[in-house]
């Protein structure tokens, strides 16, 4: 978890804004903010979305954690009731 927080206060930096600025946006506290960036456990996991919404990272891990978007997933697609990953709108 560590380095994901790392990349999380990357994007951070990269876009330009400050913890207090990304915390006030994701309605979350500078401290909540700190302690996601620094990959520490037990941060409620909507305060990490809200901060991924933030940075525009929220469709990336929808994406990512799609199981269809894996050849596991497709190769066992029948067990989820789905056929094909759903397409996201622009």
């Known amino acids: 978890m560590d380095l994901l ?3 999380l206060r ?3 930096i990269m876009l330009g804004l400050s ?3 990304a915390a006030e946006r994701a ?3 500078v401290p909540t903010l700190r302690r996601i960036e620094r990959g520490e ?3 409620k996991l ?3 979305l809200a901060l991924a919404r933030v940075l525009n990272l929220d469709k990336r891990l929808e994406e990512a954690t799609d199981p269809l978007n894996t050849d596991l997933g497709r190769m066992r697609a029948h067990a989820l009731g789905r056929r094909r990953a759903k397409r996201s709108t622009p």
């Open 27 to 29: 309605d979350i506290s």
């Open 5 to 7: 927080g790392e990349h």
């Open 41 to 43: 456990p037990g941060v």
């Open 46 to 48: 909507g305060s990490f």
């Open 19 to 21: 913890q207090e600025l």
């Open 10 to 12: 990357q994007w951070r």
